[in-house]
Nanobody
Framework: QVQLVESGGGLVQAGESLRLSCAAS????????LGWYRQAPGKQRELVAT???????NYADSVKGRFTISRDNAKNTVYLQMNSLKPEDTADYYCKAFSRGYNYWGQGTQVTVSS
């Protein structure tokens, strides 16, 4: 089993930045892929970014050039650096780990961007 705890969300103005963190614990050696997803009020949950064990990254078109996903394997932590935030980035952000054929989710952290 894997436990994930997100932190770093908050309320910011458009154009500002936030850095989200997700700390993993449990059977962390079995994690293959880590990712960030978000769900805006009244909308479907969508993929934001993923990173593999070897560091290969993938981004949604809506955040390319603005967001950066990274991981620190020594600290068992994945990050999402969010720059040039827009009101449409407002959502609950969730960390996800894929391990041995199963998805594990964090509790989520809220990001609100005002104009």
């Amino acid at each position: 089993q894997v436990q994930l705890v997100e932190s770093g969300g908050g309320l910011v103005q458009a154009g500002e930045s936030l850095r989200l963190s997700c700390a993993a614990s449990g059977s962390i050696s079995s994690i293959n892929v880590l990712g960030w997803y978000r769900q805006a009020p009244g909308k479907q949950r969508e993929l934001v970014a993923t990173i593999t064990r070897i560091g290969t990254t993938n981004y949604a078109d809506s955040v390319k050039g603005r967001f950066t996903i990274s991981r620190d394997n020594a600290k068992n932590t994945v990050y999402l650096q969010m720059n040039s935030l827009k009101p449409e980035d407002t959502a609950d952000y969730y960390c996800k780990a894929f391990s041995r054929g199963y998805n594990y989710w964090g509790q989520g952290t809220q990001v609100t961007v005002s104009s």
